[in-house]
């Protein structure tokens, strides 16, 4: 059973807003850093950002810094990653990851333990 289930994606138009959710089922969440990737057609997956497991520090790549904003809700056992003024280049599926790391590190390069199946995104111009 896939402890992460993401939601939220669907199809948006420039400028638009969405917010993805992910749920963990399974896990101790609090005990996790969350992290959100997402992989477009014929390219890498990549980092999109991450955040600690209090939702005190967050780290973004350049391409989601001052539009996407990663918070979670542990009572919840949720995360999110709120997107805003999309661009057609936001297009892409989108991940979300566990790690469980006790020093809260969040850079992109860290292995994470758990991921979702994926929820689509596509942002047209």
């Known amino acids: 059973q896939v402890p992460l289930v993401e939601s939220g994606g669907g199809l948006a138009q420039a400028g638009d807003s969405l917010r993805l959710s992910c749920a963990a089922s399974g896990i101790t969440f609090s005990y996790y850093v969350m992290g959100w990737f997402r992989q477009a057609p014929g390219k890498e997956r990549e980092f999109v950002g991450a955040i600690s497991r209090s939702g005190g520090i967050t780290n973004y790549a350049d391409s989601a810094k001052g539009r996407f904003t990663i918070s979670r809700d542990n009572a919840k056992n949720t995360v999110y990653l709120q997107m805003n003024s999309l661009k057609p280049e936001d297009t892409a599926v989108y991940y979300c990851?566990?790690?469980?790391?006790?020093?809260?590190?969040?850079?992109?390069?860290?292995?994470?333990?758990?991921w979702g199946q994926g929820t689509q995104v596509t942002v047209s111009s």
């Open positions: 990851a566990a790690d469980f790391n006790a020093r809260d590190i969040l850079r992109p390069d860290r292995e994470y333990s758990y």
